[in-house]
C-alpha cells in the first residue's frame, strides 16, 4: 500500500531555537510580537491571531504536539483513520495508507553571538537535547492518542489521552537530523554520523523498526542562513563538509538545505551560503548526492511565478534537471490554488522534472501564512491542476524514492 509522505516540516518547541540570535537580526516578524506598541498593528492585519496559532503549537510538548496535529488531522474529509485519499467525494481515486512525515531537527547552536549585557556567555544550544525531546516525543505519540472530552464552544477543550497502537497510528515519523558543520570540530562530525547513522541502510522497514529504542534518523538538514557554508574557502571548513558529503553519498542518506531567502537567519552571508548557486561546486564533486533544494528557491521579493522572475528559482531548475538525485520540495509556498496552477504548469513544460518535486509543508512555520496543517493538505487534495498520476509522483512516489531508495 502506498504512502502518503510530508517530506517537509518541524517539530520543536519555544526551548529549542536560539532567539536572541534571531531579535539581534530585528527581524521584523519578531519585533511585531515583542513590542507593545506593535499590538493594534498586528491586530489590523490579523497577525496577533496567527501568532497565538504559532504559538498555541509551539508551546506543547513534542508528544503532545503530533497528537493534537494527529486530532485534527483526523476530521480531515480527506482522512477517514488511518487512510488518506483525494478524487471524488464518494470516490478516492488516490489512496494512501499512512502519512510519512519528515520532522527536520534545525542546529540552532551559535557561537558568534555578541552581547553587551551581563550574561555575555553565549546560550548554549546543543542538538543532543533537541534530539531526546524529539525521539521522546515520538515514543509517546506512537503509544497514546489525544481525546477531547467535552468541547464547549467559549470554553478551554479538556483532553485525556488512551493507550494505542503503533500500528493504528496515523503517522508515521522519519526526522531529519540538523547538523551545522561550522558548530563542530571533525571528530565530532565524524562520531555524530556513526552515532545517529551506523546503522542507516535507507530500507524503510529497517529505519521504522529503529525508531523504538535508539535514535535513528533519515536523513540531514541544513540550513545555510545559521552559517553553514554549503563550499567552504577555508580549507579546514571544507574538509569537514567534504567529509559529510561523502558519508552521505557513500549511505545514500538523504540531505534537505533550506532554500528561500525567508526564514530564520542569524548571519551576515545568509543569502550568500542560501543561493543555491552555491551547490554548484558540491555536486560538480559528488554528483549522486542526494540533496533536496527546500522550498524550490523561492526569492521573496521576486513576484512568485515559479522559475521565470527568481535567479535562484532557475538554478534550482537546472540542478535537478542535471543531477539525478536532485529534488525540490514546495514546503511553504502551496498556500493556495494558484500555485498549483504554476506548478502545472512548469511541469508541462519541463516534463522531466515531474520526477523531482515533492510535497511539503514546513509545519508549523507555515502557520504565518494559512490556518492548519489540515489548511495546506486539503489545497494540495483539491486542485484540479495536477491529474492524479502527477500527484500521485508528487506525495507519494518521488519522496518514497528521495528516502529509500526505492
Ligand atoms: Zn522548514
Avoid at 32 to 38: E, G, R
Avoid at 141 to 159: A, C, F, M, Q, W
Avoid at 256 to 282: I, L, M, Y
Amino acid at each position: 500500500m502506498k504512502k502518503f509522505y510530508d517530506i517537509h516540516m518541524h517539530a520543536f518547541n519555544l526551548s529549542h531555537p536560539n532567539i536572541l540570535a534571531f531579535i539581534s537580526r530585528l527581524n521584523w516578524r519578531l519585533l511585531f510580537m515583542t513590542t507593545p506598541v506593535s499590538a493594534p498593528v498586528m491586530t489590523l492585519f490579523g497577525w496577533d491571531k496567527k501568532i497565538k496559532n504559532l504559538l498555541t503549537m509551539l508551546e506543547n510538548d513534542l508528544g503532545n504536539y503530533f497528537l493534537v496535529l494527529e486530532y485534527y488531522l483526523r476530521q480531515s474529509p480527506f482522512i477517514r483513520h488511518n487512510y488518506i485519499g483525494y478524487g471524488s467525494e464518494s470516490m478516492w481515486t488516490n489512496q494512501y495508507h499512512k502519512m510519512v512525515i519528515c520532522p527536520l531537527i534545525m542546529d540552532f547552536g551559535y557561537k558568534n553571538i555578541l552581547s553587551n549585557s551581563f550574561y555575555r556567555v553565549p546560550a548554549q544550544k546543543p542538538i543532543v537535547e533537541q534530539t531526546r525531546d524529539l525521539m521522546a516525543g515520538i515514543e509517546f505519540y506512537n503509544r497514546n492518542t489525544l481525546r477531547v472530552i467535552s468541547d464547549g464552544e467559549k470554553k478551554p477543550l479538556k483532553t485525556s489521552y488512551e493507550p494505542a497502537e503503533k500500528s493504528d497510528k496515523l503517522f508515521e515519523i522519519y526526522p531529519f537530523l540538523g547538523l551545522n558543520t561550522v558548530n563542530y570540530t571533525l571528530k565530532s562530525i565524524v562520531s555524530i554520523l556513526d552515532e545517529y547513522f551506523a546503522d542507516y541502510d535507507g530500507k524503510l522497514q529497517t529505519l521504522y523498526d529503529n525508531m523504538g529504542g535508539r535514535a535513528g534518523f533519515s536523513g540531514i538538514k541544513l540550513y545555510p542562513p545559521l552559517g553553514f557554508d554549503p563550499w567552504p574557502d577555508d580549507s579546514m571548513e571544507r574538509e569537514k563538509v567534504e567529509y559529510l558529503y561523502s558519508y552521505c553519498t557513500k549511505k545514500q542518506i538523504p540531505i534537505t538545505t533550506h532554500c528561500s531567502d525567508g526564514g530564520f537567519a542569524v548571519c551576515d552571508e545568509a543569502k550568500e551560503f542560501t543561493n543555491p548557486a552555491r551547490w554548484r561546486r558540491v555536486l560538480e564533486n559528488y554528483p549522486e548526492l542526494k540533496i533536496n533544494f527546500a522550498h524550490m528557491g523561492k526569492q521573496s521579493k521576486k513576484k512568485f511565478i515559479l522559475f521565470s522572475q527568481s535567479a535562484w528559482a532557475k538554478e534550482v531548475l537546472a540542478l535537478i534537471t542535471q543531477y539525478p538525485n536532485a529534488y525540490a520540495d514546495f514546503s511553504c509556498t502551496a498556500f493556495d490554488d494558484k500555485f498549483y496552477r504554476e506548478l502545472a504548469q512548469l511541469i508541462e513544460e519541463y516534463p522531466q522534472i515531474k520526477e523531482k518535486i515533492l510535497f511539503g509543508t514546513d509545519f508549523m512555520v507555515n502557520l504565518l501564512w494559512c490556518d492548519s496543517y489540515n489548511d495546506y493538505l486539503e489545497t494540495f487534495c483539491r486542485t484540479e491542476h495536477l491529474n492524479r498520476t502527477d500527484k500521485d509522483l508528487l506525495c507519494s512516489a518521488n519522496p518514497e524514492r528521495f528516502l529509500f531508495n526505492s
